[in-house]
């Protein structure tokens, strides 16, 4: 196990800001789906999907991953910027702002 790891990020200003401490989460997924960073994730114990329109958003994919990925990292707080954030088709950032903020993950904007 090792002291110290470090993780490959580019700065894509998915990022808000550092007023909200930033937390990561280990989640599986089932593979066969790939997402990008800043895809609205539903996790439920130690699981999650991308979140579908109308269901409950409570993470931010951390990082891209492919179709065979089986784990994922995810943002469970933190402050973001919603122009970076990838919602289901037909269903919007905003419709999930209330219950992101519930979660410890608050949005703000580039403008």
């Known amino acids: ?3 110290r790891e470090v993780i490959d990020i580019k700065h894509d200003q998915l990022i808000g800001g550092p007023e909200i401490p930033i937390l990561l989460k280990n989640v599986t997924l089932t593979a066969g789906t790939a997402m990008k960073r800043g895809t609205l994730m539903t996790v439920t114990g130690t699981a999650a999907v991308a979140t579908a329109k109308a269901a409950v958003a ?3 994919l951390s990082c891209d991953v492919d ?3 089986t784990v994922a990292t995810v943002y469970v707080s933190g ?3 919603r122009e970076y954030l990838i919602a289901a088709s037909e269903d919007t950032v905003d419709a999930h702002e209330e219950e992101l903020r ?3 993950i608050f949005l703000t904007s580039v403008h």
């Open 1 to 3: 196990m090792a002291i």
């Open 102 to 104: 519930n979660a410890g």
């Open 58 to 60: 409570n993470a931010i």
């Open 67 to 69: 179709d065979k990925a």
């Open 79 to 81: 402050r973001f910027h």
